[in-house]
């Protein structure tokens, strides 16, 4: 045996990578090369596959044998790693040269034997035994003829020889002529003679001439049956197909051009903080408690440049099956590469796709054999000999990707195993090739360790918000047309999914996006009730999509099961139960419910395996220690999974005895008032039908609990806070969500949580497009137009729903407002300042910009002078005088100095009433006027001086706005305070505000004080 490179450094590193051929034979995986260590480094470690014991091994290369030296050092090695380890630590020694017999007769001498040693002939045994190189006879056979053939003089030497090379392994069989010269043939460890363009590409220097065949096999019509196979692929793969989705016939009867659907994925690495990379669901705690991770993130382009061989795992639905199809008809059709911004490199490779669901009857097929069979495919078996050959050039020279699909479709793990051992020895056999293979994780595994040394390991990541986007608009691009409406009705289905917390949870797994899509097809918008979408999706998970690779599972039978478990897990606090647990639960429901569950054919045991098979919904998230053993956890693949199960449980009272009941208020009453229980109170009223009113009546007879008295302690003034919030919003979910109940109900909800103060704290915009919007409308537009309590809660609501709801283009809503605000009707002013202050909140505070540079607002200034000049006229109601000084706190600024003078004195003047609604916002909107100077203030001075000095020393909610505006006031009118106490004063508002616009303001101020001084 010899290893073939240019330098020292060079032979160790092709030694060590071929030598896990060697030690996957001995029955070791999950194989990890020139591992650091302090103060040392390990060559090979591993772990076995059946026996509790590791693997250290290390592996020279150099043309001398090794004497004890060199085994004693790595003794010292292997000692540190035996020290204190969990398991037994076996040593191997691999030398090709062999060992001197001084060092072997120190390891005879020594028991018990401290390693194992092994010599070039002992690993030749281990390969040709594991059948990962062709039998040294064979390789003598095929050489032999090929010399007869072509030069029978020539004489077969006794010596052969295995060569390590950075093609992989490769015969040597050695000939001489009658006058001495030295030939050798090199045979790959397939048993086929390597062509002469091959032998030459390895540079052998110092070499007896090489004897090839220009080929290694007679091509015959090869272009035939190259071209035959790249049209079935195209074919095959160059289109996607809705197949098991809650498609209509128009949609289901499609197939779509790949790439019109493909959005680029994301691949993570899971790297431990020692950079060794890892997967945190595969490994038992004891190995991962001290480590540190963290994911990194990169195309499908990077990985496949980065990495010569791919596993890719992900959950279903997440785009493994895409990723084969892309890679497949990117490589096929180096034309269609480009087609998609995924950065694939420029390879020139024909890809070879093996999907493991056809593979159920053959799992220990040899992988050439089933290579061989794909021109079958495509229907031209008399092309198969000229196929055959064709693979065979192709695999020897390297320009092969080869395409896994579906690990997990293997369903039995022993033939599973079987499989992956084949594609060990195959991929050992091609190591030039590449290769990316896509598995669920859940049946990855058992055969995690056989495929880790060989393929780097990486999971799909869900969806971005751009990933989102691009799928979204490709899909109503496909289905609803390519015009300016399709693309705003996209834009908007995007921000509706990437805003809707559960809703995007989902929609980062490519299938439930596409779920989501068809059944909005459906609907006609996004569903209202989230329940719908839910339990399409749990139906395509367990029972319509990928019949073929997986079968469906009852959802009679495990429906109520899953249900009973999530309820539990709920009461519980649990996220995440063991397997043991989750079979016992699964045992407990079918104890509690025999009227359901009493036919039930499949063992507890195995429902688990079925239902993370087929699904995913429930998945291994890690390992834990549960008294005092390892045991596997499993957690929902979504929360919004778990909350949909416990509410479906709740309704369909798949309960404990103690639980179950007809009444859903009783079942529903503990946890009205526990945040933690929101989403499930809301799924659970939405699936209750008609039966949601009474559940509404009892959250709205705790938002009107009164309020502790002043007596009260802390803790029980924190508890009816918490608890009247959590109800008042499970109200407004549930009307959100479009729940059945009286619209007389609705407003009372309505106006109970807005009275109670608690407006600012309940997601608004779900109203909006519900089928309760006008009744918030209403109770919102008639709170602001009688002045009731809260009115500034009222006038919020009012403009948020004004604002959302406004359907005439962005451009047009200055001029709107302007026109409602200058009518005589108080019904349309109201309006007209409403949709004023949402523009308001709009374009400053959710798209802040320098409060000074107020090009980009001019125009508005239309709209807020018409504001301003109703308040100047003194002639509005208490709403009004609310919603001016609101708009002129942001948007003050645009007035001009005689709009600013007429309306000072009235803010002025709002300032120092005694009605906390009038005076609440005058104070931010005078400091937020341009200034202007000696404006009559039409107050008596020493009361004004008075006033002022009481608001700037004043110490509550609104210190700020209240200390600018007394400042301000103070220098317009020339009064309390001088121009330096003025610049003392402000400059030490700074220590109460450190935001930017308290520094521009300071800073706006200190330039009027230098002006006057020198003007």
């Known amino acids: 045996m010899r290893v073939i490179a240019g330098s020292p450094n060079e032979k160790g590193d092709i030694l060590t990578s071929l030598a896990q051929d060697v030690f996957h034979q001995l029955g070791y995986e999950d194989l990890r090369l020139n591992v650091p260590k302090s103060g040392r480094e390990v060559d090979i470690q591993g772990s076995h596959k059946f026996e509790r014991r590791r693997l250290v091994a290390e592996c020279k290369a150099v043309d001398e044998p090794i004497g004890g030296a060199d085994l004693n050092k790595f003794a010292g090695v292997l000692g540190a790693e035996q020290h204190g380890a969990p398991v037994p630590v076996h040593g191997y020694f691999l030398s090709v040269s062999g060992f001197r017999s001084s060092a072997l007769e120190q390891e005879r001498q020594i028991e018990p034997p401290r390693m194992t040693l092994m010599d070039g002939e002992q690993i030749v045994e281990v390969l040709e035994a594991g059948k990962v190189v062709a039998p040294q006879r064979q390789a003598i056979e095929v050489s032999g003829r090929f010399v007869g053939a072509t030069r029978p003089e020539l004489l077969l030497q006794r010596q052969s020889e295995l060569l390590a090379t950075a093609m992989g392994w490769i015969w040597a069989i050695y000939y001489r002529s009658p006058s001495g010269n030295r030939f050798a043939c090199l045979v790959h460890p397939d048993g086929q003679l390597l062509s002469a363009e091959l032998a030459e590409s390895l540079n052998l220097e110092d070499f007896p001439e090489i004897l090839a065949p220009a080929t290694s096999e007679p091509m015959l019509d090869v272009n035939t049956a190259r071209s035959v196979y790249i049209t079935y692929l195209l074919t095959e793969f160059g289109a996607i197909t809705l197949e098991g989705m809650p498609t209509d016939q128009e949609i289901g009867s499609r197939s779509f051009r790949l790439e019109s659907l493909y959005v680029p994925p994301t691949l993570e690495n899971i790297v431990r903080s020692n950079n060794e990379i890892t997967h945190d669901a595969e490994d038992p705690p004891a190995q991962l408690a001290a480590e540190d991770f963290s994911v990194s993130n990169i195309s499908l382009g990077a990985a496949i440049s980065t990495h010569h061989r791919l596993a890719i795992l992900g959950p279903p639905g997440g785009g493994k099956s895409t990723i084969i199809k892309r890679l497949a008809v990117a490589y096929a059709d180096p034309s269609r590469r480009v087609e998609s911004d995924d950065e694939l490199p420029e390879h020139s490779l024909t890809p070879f796709v093996i999907r493991c669901r056809t593979l159920s009857a053959q799992p220990n097929k040899p992988i050439r054999d089933i290579l061989n069979d794909l021109i079958l495919w495509a229907e031209r078996p008399d092309l198969a000999d000229t196929f055959k050959a064709w693979v065979g050039e192709s695999l020897r020279r390297g320009e092969v990707l080869l395409l896994v699909d579906g690990l997990d479709e293997i369903h039995v793990d022993t033939e599973r195993s079987l499989f992956v051992n084949q594609l060990r020895v195959f991929l050992s056999t091609y190591p030039q090739i590449r290769a990316v293979i896509t598995s669920r994780e859940v049946g990855f595994r058992p055969i995690a360790g056989v495929v880790a040394s060989t393929c780097h390991r990486m999971r799909v990541a869900d969806l971005s918000d751009e990933g989102i986007h691009q799928l979204v608009h490709a899909w109503h691009a496909e289905v609803v047309g390519r015009g300016q409406k399709a693309t705003e009705e996209a834009e908007k289905l995007v921000s509706q999914i990437v805003t809707m917390d559960r809703i995007r949870r989902l929609a980062g797994n490519p299938l439930l996006l596409t779920t989501l899509l068809l059944v909005r097809r459906w609907v006609g918008q996004l569903p209202r009730r989230r329940s719908v979408l839910y339990r399409k999706a749990i139906e395509v998970l367990l029972m319509t999509w990928n019949i073929e690779g997986h079968a469906p599972v009852d959802p009679d039978e495990v429906l109520p099961q899953l249900a009973f478990a999530a309820h539990q897990m709920m009461l519980n606090g649990k996220a995440r139960v063991s397997g043991p647990e989750l079979v016992e639960l699964f045992k407990e429901a079918r104890r509690e419910m025999p009227d359901v569950l009493a036919y039930a054919r499949t063992p507890p045991s195995k429902l688990v395996e079925r239902i993370e098979e087929r699904s995913s919904l429930l998945s291994l998230s890690g390992y834990d220690v549960k008294n005092g053993e390892i045991v596997a956890m499993y957690e929902f693949r979504h929360l919004t999974f778990q909350e949909y199960l416990a509410a479906l449980a709740i309704v369909q009272d798949w309960l404990p005895g103690e639980l179950s009941t007809s009444n859903l208020v009783e079942k529903l009453e503990p946890f009205l008032r526990v945040g933690e229980w929101k989403e499930v109170v809301t799924l659970a009223v939405a699936l209750s039908g008609r039966n949601a009113g009474s559940v509404l009546r009892a959250l709205d007879t705790i938002i009107i609990e009164p309020p502790p008295s002043d007596s009260a302690s802390k803790e029980e003034v924190e508890e009816y806070w918490e608890r009247v919030d959590n109800a008042a919003s499970n109200a407004f979910m549930c009307l959100a969500d479009d729940v059945l109940i ?181 104070p931010w909107a005078i400091s937020s006027l341009p200034v202007v100077v000696g404006w009559n203030a039409d107050q008596d001075k020493d009361l004004l001086e008075r006033f002022l000095g009481e608001q700037f020393a004043a110490k509550d909610s609104r210190l700020t706005a209240k200390k600018r505006a007394a400042l301000t006031v103070a220098f317009e009118q020339g009064i309390k305070w001088n121009r330096d106490s003025l610049r003392e004063l402000a400059s030490a508002l700074i220590t109460h505000e450190k935001g930017d616009s308290a520094r521009l303001w300071i800073r706006k101020f200190h330039r009027l004080l230098d002006e006057e001084a020198h003007p």
């Open 742 to 922: 009286d619209p007389a109900l609705a407003a009372d909800i309505i106006r109970h949580s807005v009275e109670a103060e608690l407006s600012e704290y309940l997601d608004i915009g779900g109203l909006i497009d519900s089928r309760y919007a006008e009744t918030f409308y209403e109770v919102s537009f008639s709170g602001v137009k009688e002045g009731r309590h809260p009115l500034v809660d009222y006038v919020h609501n009012l403009a948020e729903f004004v604002g959302a709801s406004q359907g005439t283009p962005l451009e047009r809503w200055p001029e709107i407002s302007q026109e409602l605000i200058s009518s005589t009707s108080l019904d349309e002013r109201l309006r007209g300042l409403a949709l004023l202050l949402y523009i308001s909140w709009d374009s400053r505070a959710r798209d802040p910009q320098d409060i000074f540079e107020i090009a980009s607002f001019d125009s508005l200034g239309y709209p807020v002078t018409a504001a301003a000049r109703l308040l100047a006229a003194g002639a509005t109601t208490r709403a009004e005088t609310i919603m001016v000084q609101w708009v002129l706190g942001w948007l003050g600024e645009l007035l001009d100095t005689q709009m600013v003078a007429e309306v000072l004195p009235k803010l002025l003047h709002n300032w120092m009433s005694e009605d906390a609604d009038i005076n609440e916002f005058a």
